[in-house]
């Protein structure tokens, strides 16, 4: 098949995205014409119509890679493509939008309030908070808040780079991650716990090796288990996210569950969450990348018949 590859882009997340890209082409390359696209190139659109792909894996992280708007693109061209759909995609990035459909649904995840500019803040909880730019990934912006004097600072740090602003309780305890592939029919990847000695599972613990570490399985009753796995089930479906997806749940002391984000295209480097927790299932990432390739190509199919 010839697939084209979209990575890098121009979101924050521009470098993860490189190395996803590069990871995925690396394990696709030995069975198909597969050729690397960086949308923020000139010559970007030419190319791309000129290599005529069948598929296109999307490898781009934020932005318009993962909001629906490339989604949207290759709808017009009518060329499959690897995830969640335009909607899906939309609905995930917008972490407000997000929430306000979870707790519709009687999901929890942490009580929020919604920050207007230049207007003041009634904080209807006690400190620490959390402040978040609503359509930013990995933790760029998200400041945790001690004082009200933090909490101005760090509200116009969060206006620099986003338009929607919100703060979140802060909820002390353990934070799990649920890896899920599959359309209709679902398979939930073992849950990781994630472990850093950083306030929080930021930019550098992500990123850097030694700064965080994957603990499979958590460290948590199996009913709490089973409870995570049923909540990250639902939180799929209503999202309605296709092909994969992986969510962030923060689990309490007293094991009461919130969900915290929902990354329609998780990192895809061979030691990101999703590619780890599927190698604990017997997946490789060559069969991780294949699979969400069919799943692409099958939601394509149903969605022409429709
Ligand atoms: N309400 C919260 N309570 C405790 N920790 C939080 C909360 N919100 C975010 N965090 C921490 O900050 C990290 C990044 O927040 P998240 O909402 O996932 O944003 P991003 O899209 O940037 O990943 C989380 O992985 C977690 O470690
Ligand atoms: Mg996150």
Redesign the pocket.
Known sequence: MKIAILYGGESPERDVSLKSGRCVYFALKKKHNVKLFDPVRKDFINNFLRFRPDFVFIALHGGIGENGVIQGFLETLKIPYSGSGVLSSALCLN?IICKELLIFNKIPT?PFIIVEKNKEVKLPFNYPV?V?PAN???????K?VNSDKELETAINDAFSLDNEVFI??????K?VTVGIIGNEKITILPIIE?R?KRD???YKAKYTIGESFHIIPPDLPKRIIKKIEKIAEKTYKILKCSGFARM?I?VDENYNL?V??V?TIPGLTKVSLLPDAAKYKGISFEELCEKIINLGLERWKRQIKK
């Not at 930013?136 to 998200?142: A, D, F, N, R």
């Open positions: 972490k942490p959390i978040k930013l990934g990995s933790t760029i912006g998200v945790i979140e309780k802060f909820i002390k305890g934070e994630i850093t929080l599972y930021d962030e923060i919130f915290l984000d990354n």
